[in-house]
């Protein structure tokens, strides 16, 4: 039986994996449409979104199935309950560099965020490339020190997202109330990116050690 | 061992009930604090987040204390699975009203809207309310009657939400800055909260009757 649920369990990696590097080339592809603006890489960021949930679909089949067969205990059952999560993890930042990409459509050909806030922008997409380019080293290896890295390093971004405020309520912003409504949406999407990612890497860290870093108390804030 | 699963299956459902009950009173409370503005009504949201994570977990560890010990399989394994999801979802809307409940305590004793959003807040509001009681009902009855009208009401709110951009858009606006940011956050909040809902009333359709309303294409856009 443990050799069936580690093939099994191969495929549904396997599907795991695909989703990190579709999620990974949504979050590039949404950055990309944001600070170009480039109207392609939103649409292909849109249409893309389309097979993250599928893939999501998949897993989640596999992984009912995978229970009703084979009825893991213990570490199995931990890492097919964990895999479950994390897929919805995933789909859910898809959805979001979707929402990113949506904008850019909105208001192509003028950029949705005014020249003053592109440093910014650029800096926390600077951010999340790093991050989605570790979740698929993460996922590829199950290498819980990268995931530590994604957790350690997301207090970053929560600052680069402070600062979008600032500048919004500063003197040096110059865009009009379009452009602040997307600078707050956008800088949201982005956040919850973030979010996301650690809440990622933390199944991940749990699925591999067993160890749940989200039951330590000062984490506990507002990760799902 | 059916007799079994029934029993502990009332347990996982006695403590949904009361998460139902916990996420509405929190939506409630949130809108009490926001339209007030309210300082206790807030405080008593952000506190009675930690009620509702304290459910989520309880949950969790007893879905997966079932899946070990029992092994369900076809109705009773998606009752599971489908309950594990929708912990998460009531989950992320205690987060949402805590978020809300936030914002008005960041700018006590000041509202953190303009007067002039005062009545579309309501609206919005009466319209999660009204949500809120019906999860409620949803929950202790398994009325997928109810569920149905949660699902078909949602555009609604959508179109609530998009009426707070047009309202900031407006001349009619004479909101500050910051109020603006709130305004856009506050909106968001509120409508993932409908998304939310949409999202339990789905898996309350899907656990009692077998057909999944989330499959229907149309329907497939951001619900998670």
Request: with cysteine; hydrophobic share 45%; glycine share 4%.
């Amino acid at each position: 039986m443990r050799v069936i649920f580690n093939e099994e369990m191969r495929q549904v990696a396997d599907d795991m994996e695909q989703m990190a590097a579709a999620v990974s080339a949504a979050i590039t592809g949404a950055g990309k449409a944001l600070l170009g603006p480039d109207l392609d890489a939103a649409q292909a960021v849109i249409e893309g979104d389309q097979v993250i949930d599928q893939l999501e679909s998949s897993v989640i089949d596999q992984c009912v199935q995978l229970l009703a067969k084979q009825s893991p205990v213990a570490t199995d059952l931990r890492i097919v309950v964990s895999t479950l999560r994390l897929a919805a993890t995933f789909e859910r930042m898809g959805d979001l560099a979707r929402h990113i990409a949506e904008a850019v459509r909105r208001s192509y050909p003028d950029p949705p965020l005014p020249p003053e806030a592109h440093e910014l922008f650029q800096d926390m997409q600077d951010f999340l490339d790093q991050m989605a380019s570790r979740l698929v080293t993460m996922m590829a290896d199950r290498d819980t020190k990268v995931a530590e890295c994604i957790i350690v390093d997301d207090d970053k971004l929560d600052k680069l997202h402070q600062q979008t405020f600032d500048l919004a309520l500063s003197d040096k912003w110059e865009g009009s109330k379009q452009q602040m409504i997307d600078l707050v949406l956008l800088a949201r999407f982005m956040e919850r990116l973030g979010d996301h990612g650690v809440s990622a890497a933390r199944r991940v860290v749990y699925i591999v050690s067993g160890f749940d870093p989200s039951k330590d108390p000062k984490d506990l804030e507002d990760i799902d």
